[in-house]
């Protein structure tokens, strides 16, 4: 049995879906359906208390080029996102993180949709840890996280205990 829920419950009694294809030739009709709530609210278990998603930006300190663009970067996010929560920028690993950092938080979808699509064009040669807030901070920075960039590998031993 998988450990897993089917991401189809709730929708056992749905009508089928059309197979037809739109006039693109490759992409499926899809009829219309009330708007998904996750627009709106982090789905649970994400605990959107505090705030929904962290965002660590990783550099290599001792790479003086990287280094730079590491700060302009957090200059450059302080100045176009004022409304999320900007850490201060670390020099070398703290916690978890096996690496130089800084983290940045936000607190809606929207925010999280905003600043993931544009550190996709904007990180440079960053890698970015991206994970929820629930109540399982080491599931948060194993199995729930993504990367943008190459990943680093974790000190997960440190978050075992929280």
Request: aromatic content about 12%; some cysteine; proline content about 12%.
């Amino acid at each position: 049995m998988s450990p897993y829920k089917s991401p189809l419950e709730g929708y056992e009694n749905a009508e089928p879906l059309p197979t037809t294809v739109n006039a693109d030739g490759k992409s499926l009709n899809n009829p219309p359906g009330p708007r998904s709530a996750a627009y709106d609210e982090f789905p649970k278990p994400i605990d959107s208390s505090n705030n929904g998603f962290d965002f660590h930006i990783y550099y290599m300190p001792h790479l003086t080029e990287e280094a730079k663009f590491a700060k302009e970067l957090h200059e450059r996010v302080r100045r176009e996102f004022p409304e999320l929560r900007i850490y201060r920028f670390w020099d070398k690993p703290v916690g978890p993180h096996p690496t130089a950092m800084f983290e940045v938080n936000t607190f809606n979808p929207h925010q999280t949709g905003a600043f993931f699509s544009w550190l996709v064009v904007n990180r440079g040669p960053c890698s970015v840890l991206v994970h929820p807030n629930t109540d399982d901070a080491y599931k948060d920075h194993t199995e729930l996280m993504s990367w943008i960039g190459r990943p680093w590998p974790l000190n997960t031993e440190l978050l075992k205990h929280h």
